[in-house]
T-cell receptor, first 115, second 117 residues
Framework: AQKVTQAQTEISVVEKEDVTLDCVYE???????LFWYKQPPSGELVFLIR??????QNEISGRYSWNFQKSTSSFNFTITASQVVDSAVYFC????????????FGKGTKLSVKP | GAGVSQSPSNKVTEKGKDVELRCDPI?????LYWYRQSLGQGLEFLIY????????KSGLPSDRFSAERTGGSVSTLTIQRTQQEDSAVYLC???????????????FGPGTRLTVT
């Protein structure tokens, strides 16, 4: 069965600190997809990144970077030089061939960035 | 372009009443999903529509829940005889059809906050 674990329930940092959000997944499929979504206080889920299981290259987008490691079944998300606007709940999600695109979400990590 | 829209944004109903929640997906997206977000259960998949195929209802929590998608576009989620445990935010998402290159990302609407009193 598929499962996504985000062990960090809440994280609080001071602006300009780097912060890493952990995500560990479980799936029996060899083809699967991993996602990160951001849910700011306004409530709407915002897509950040999609990664497929055949592409282990790390990705960087501005202050955001993602580290995908199949050996440890992890897809961690790092925010460099955090800002107050980064305060949100961040969700990691998994979809595999068997789920037909349905997303299996982790419980989310609430990030608070203090000025 | 326009994103996914949902209505109403908030709904308060009495226990035992029926409610209908509406979702307008992004134009051109043939896949449509309903999820539920509650404090206790997190984000849960409810139902999935893909074109004219039979929907995947595997996530619906009980037979009081049903959904339709008319004309391959707008979808309505209906909850009959609402219970207090149905109180949650109901989220709709849409995506391009699954292609040979894989599963596409889903874009979410703002949600409908349902409160059952």
């Amino acid at each position: 069965a598929q499962k996504v674990t985000q062990a960090q329930t809440e994280i609080s940092v001071v602006e300009k600190e780097d912060v890493t959000l952990d995500c560990v997944y479980e799936t029996r499929d060899t083809t699967y997809y991993l996602f990160w979504y951001k849910q700011p206080p306004s409530g709407e889920l915002v897509f950040l990144i999609r990664r497929n299981s055949f592409d282990e290259q790390n990705e960087i987008s501005g202050r955001y970077s993602w580290n995908f490691q199949k050996s440890t079944s992890s897809f961690n998300f790092t925010i460099t030089a955090s800002q107050v606007v980064d305060s949100a709940v961040y969700f990691c999600a998994l979809s595999d061939e068997g789920s037909q695109g349905n997303l299996i979400f982790g419980k989310g990590t609430k990030l608070s960035v203090k000025p | 372009g326009a994103g996914v829209s949902q209505s109403p944004s908030n709904k308060v109903t009495e226990k035992g009443k029926d409610v209908e929640l509406r979702c307008d997906p992004i134009s051109g997206h043939t896949a449509l999903y309903w999820y539920r977000q509650s404090l206790g259960q997190g984000l849960e998949f409810l139902i999935y529509f893909q074109g004219n195929s039979a929907p995947d209802k595997s996530g619906l929590p009980s037979d009081r829940f049903s959904a339709e998608r008319t004309g391959g576009s707008v979808s309505t989620l209906t909850i009959q005889r609402t219970q207090q445990e149905d109180s949650a935010v109901y989220l709709c998402a849409s995506s391009l059809v699954r292609g040979r290159i894989g599963i596409y990302e889903q874009y979410f609407g703002p949600g409908t906050r349902l409160t059952v009193t």
